[in-house]
C-alpha cells in the first residue's frame, strides 16, 4: 500500500510542476521574448526560424540606438522625479488627516470620513476633463506641475493611514503629550515610524500607478523632455528609430526594468503592499 | 505640572478644554485635506456634471447651456453603443479568464511547499510591468509574420490571422493581453485567502470521510473561499472596465471600431477631438458604471460598513 501512495503523491508533484510551468511560461513569455527580440538585428528578427538566443549577437547596438535616438534616461529620471514628488506630497497631506480622523474627536469627523470613503468610489479617469482646465486656466499644462499636482490628495491613502493609526494605542499620544510634545511632533515623530508597513506599502501602490501610468500624462504633457516612462516609450515607438524592432525592445527593457528589478529584490513587500491595498 | 521646553502648549486640564483643543488641532491636520479633495476631488465631479449640460469646448471664450442634448446625442451615437458592447464583452472574457487562471495557480502553488516563492513571483510579474511597454511587446508577438503565436501555430501547420488587424479577433486578443497582467494578482488574492482557512476545518472533513483532493475542494475550500472569490470578480471586473492602455497603444479603437472600449472613447472624444462637453457627459455615463460596481462590491462583501 505504501509504495503506491508514496508513487501517487509524486506524480501529483510532477503534475503540479508541469501544469505550473506552463502557466509561469505565459507570465514570463513576453519579457523572455522582449529580450530575445532585444538583442537582435532585423534581419534575424524577420527570418523565418527562430532561435531564443541570437545567432548575430546585435544586443549593444540595439540598447545604443535606443539610449541615443530617444532620452531614455531622462525618461526614468522624469518617472522617479514625478513619482517621489507625488508620494511626498500625498504623505504630507494625508497623514496628518488620518491622524485626525483615528485618534481626534472633533465636529465634522464623521462626515469627513465620509467625504473619504466616497472618494475611494471615484476613478480618477473622471476627472481628467477639470483636472485639464484647472491646469489650462493656471497656465501649468505640459510641465511637471500638471503631472504631480493632480494627485497631490490620496482619498486611499488617508483611509488606510487611518486605519492603522486607529490601531496605535493612545496612551502613547499621552504620553508623548505629557512630555510636551506638539500635535504635529507627534505625528511625524511618534505615530509615523509606528506606521511603516502601511506607509510601505501605500507607498508601492502610489508608485507602481504612477510609474505605469498612461493615460494621464498622455493628456497633462506634450514635450518629450517632461515624458514619464509609458509615455517616453510610445514616443520613441512613433519616432524614426521605433520603426526597428530591436532597438524598440530594447527600450521597452530599459522602461520596464526598473519596477521589474525593484520587484525581484522586494519580492515580498511588493506583493503584500499590492494586496494589502487591494484589500481596503 | 511643567512643561518641557519644546512644548507649543500645556496638556488641557478639563474636559471642555480638551475638546477645544482637539477640535483646535484637528482644524490645523485635516485643513490641507478638505481643500484639496475640494479642489480636486469633489469640484471635479461636479465640473464634469455641469460641462456635460453645455456646449463648452475648452478654450472657448463661451458657452451655452444645452440640457440633455449631449447625452441624447450620446446615445444616439453607434460608436457609443459599440464601445460600451465592447467594454462589455471584454469584461466578459477577462474576468472570467482571470479568476479561473488566478484560482487554479493559487490552488495549484499552494497544494505543496516546493518552490511556491518561485512560482509566486514569475506569475505576479506582469502585475508589476509597464502596460505601456509590454503592450508594445504584445504587439510584435501578435504580428502576422514574425510573431510568436504565428510561429507557434505554424509550428503545428496552422496559419494564424493578424490579430490586431482583424475585426473577429482583435478583442479576444486584447482580452488575452488583460488576462495576462492580471491573473498573477488574482492568484496572490486566491493564496491569502487560502492560509486563512484554518486547518482544524480540513481536520474535520478528514474525519467526516472527506479526505480526497477532491473531497477536500469541494466540502472545506471552495465554500471558505466564496468571500475571496467574490472581491476577486468585482476588483478584476474594474479593472477590466478601465482597460484604456493596451487599445490605446495597439489599436486605437480600430479596425472599425471593433476594439474600441469605454475610457479609449473619453479620451479621443475629450482631448483628441477636444469636444468638452460631450467628453464630460461621456465621463457622467462612465463614472456611474464605476460607482454602480464599486457599490455592488460594497454590499455584497458588506466590508466598509465595519469601518465607519
Known amino acids: ?280 | 505640572m511643567t512643561a518641557h521646553p519644546h512644548s507649543i502648549r500645556d496638556v488641557p486640564a478639563s474636559d471642555l478644554d480638551r475638546r477645544r483643543f482637539e477640535n483646535r488641532v484637528a482644524w490645523l491636520t485635516t485643513a490641507p485635506a478638505i481643500a484639496l479633495l475640494a479642489l480636486l476631488l469633489f469640484g471635479p465631479v461636479l465640473a464634469v456634471a455641469m460641462f456635460s449640460l453645455t456646449d463648452w469646448q475648452i478654450g472657448a471664450s463661451s458657452l451655452r447651456y444645452l440640457g440633455f442634448d449631449n447625452f441624447r446625442s450620446l446615445f444616439a451615437d453607434r460608436v457609443f453603443w459599440k464601445a460600451l458592447s465592447n467594454t462589455a464583452l471584454y469584461v466578459a472574457i477577462v474576468v472570467p479568464g482571470t479568476v479561473a487562471l488566478g484560482l487554479v495557480v493559487a490552488l495549484l502553488i499552494e497544494a505543496r511547499p516546493a518552490l511556491r516563492g518561485l512560482y509566486r513571483a514569475a506569475h505576479f510579474l506582469p502585475v508589476m510591468s509597464t502596460m505601456a511597454a509590454m503592450a508594445i511587446v504584445w504587439g510584435t508577438i501578435l504580428h502576422p509574420t514574425i510573431g510568436l503565436v504565428n510561429r507557434l501555430l505554424a509550428a503545428f501547420g496552422i496559419s494564424g490571422v493578424n490579430w490586431l488587424r482583424d475585426e473577429h479577433t482583435v478583442l479576444s486578443a486584447l482580452a488575452a493581453i488583460g488576462i495576462w497582467q492580471g491573473f498573477g494578482f488574482a492568484m496572490v488574492l486566491f493564496v491569502a485567502g487560502l492560509k486563512s482557512i484554518p486547518q482544524s476545518l480540513y481536520d474535520a472533513a478528514a474525519i467526516d470521510g472527506a479526505d480526497g483532493i477532491l473531497d477536500r475542494l469541494q466540502t472545506v475550500t471552495m465554500p471558505m473561499l466564496g468571500p475571496v472569490t467574490m472581491f476577486v470578480l468585482i476588483l478584476t471586473a474594474k479593472r477590466a472596465f478601465e482597460v484604456f492602455d493596451t487599445v490605446r497603444v495597439l489599436t486605437q479603437g480600430g479596425p472599425n471600431f471593433a476594439s474600441d472600449v469605454l475610457l479609449h472613447r473619453l479620451y479621443t472624444e475629450s482631448f483628441d477631438f477636444m469636444r468638452t462637453g460631450y467628453g464630460a457627459a461621456l465621463t457622467v455615463v462612465y463614472l456611474a458604471i464605476v460607482m454602480l460596481l464599486t457599490l455592488a462590491q460594497a454590499r455584497l462583501l458588506d466590508r466598509r460598513a465595519h469601518y465607519t
Open chain 1, 1 to 280: 500500500m505504501k509504495p503506491a501512495i508514496n508513487r501517487l503523491a509524486r506524480a501529483g508533484g510532477l503534475l503540479r510542476h508541469g501544469a505550473l510551468i506552463v502557466t509561469a511560461a505565459f507570465a514570463l513569455a513576453p519579457f523572455v521574448w522582449m529580450i530575445s527580440l532585444s538583442l537582435k538585428p532585423t534581419s534575424e528578427i524577420f527570418q523565418p526560424e527562430f532561435h531564443l538566443w541570437p545567432q548575430t549577437f546585435h544586443g549593444f547596438e540595439n540598447y545604443r540606438v535606443a539610449l541615443t535616438t530617444a532620452p531614455m534616461h531622462r525618461f526614468l529620471l522624469n518617472g522617479l522625479l514625478v513619482c517621489a514628488a507625488i508620494f511626498l506630497l500625498q504623505m504630507l497631506v494625508c497623514v496628518p488627516c488620518a491622524y485626525a480622523l483615528a485618534k481626534l474627536r472633533f465636529r465634522g469627523r464623521d462626515t469627513l470620513f465620509s467625504a473619504v470613503l466616497i472618494g475611494l468610489l471615484i476613478p480618477p479617469q473622471a476627472l481628467a476633463i477639470p483636472h485639464f482646465v484647472m491646469l489650462h486656466l493656471f497656465g501649468l499644462l505640459d510641465s511637471y506641475a500638471a503631472l504631480i499636482l493632480p494627485w497631490a490628495i490620496s482619498t486611499l491613502g488617508i483611509f488606510l493611514m487611518r486605519q492603522f493609526f486607529r490601531t496605535v494605542p493612545d496612551e502613547l499620544i499621552d504620553a508623548a503629550r505629557l512630555d510636551g510634545l506638539g500635535e504635529f511632533e507627534i505625528i511625524w515623530r511618534i505615530m509615523l515610524p509606528t506606521a511603516v508597513p502601511a506607509l510601505a506599502a501605500f507607498g508601492i501602490f502610489s508608485v507602481v500607478a504612477h510609474w505605469n501610468d498612461l493615460f494621464w500624462p498622455l493628456i497633462a504633457v506634450r514635450s518629450e523632455e517632461l515624458s514619464t516612462p509609458a509615455l517616453g516609450i510610445l514616443l520613441f515607438r512613433d519616432d524614426e528609430a521605433g520603426q526597428f524592432v530591436g532597438p524598440l525592445m530594447a527600450a521597452a527593457v530599459i522602461v520596464a526594468a526598473p519596477l521589474v528589478l525593484a520587484f525581484l529584490f522586494a519580492q515580498r513587500r511588493f506583493i503584500d503592499g499590492i494586496s494589502f491595498t487591494a484589500n481596503t
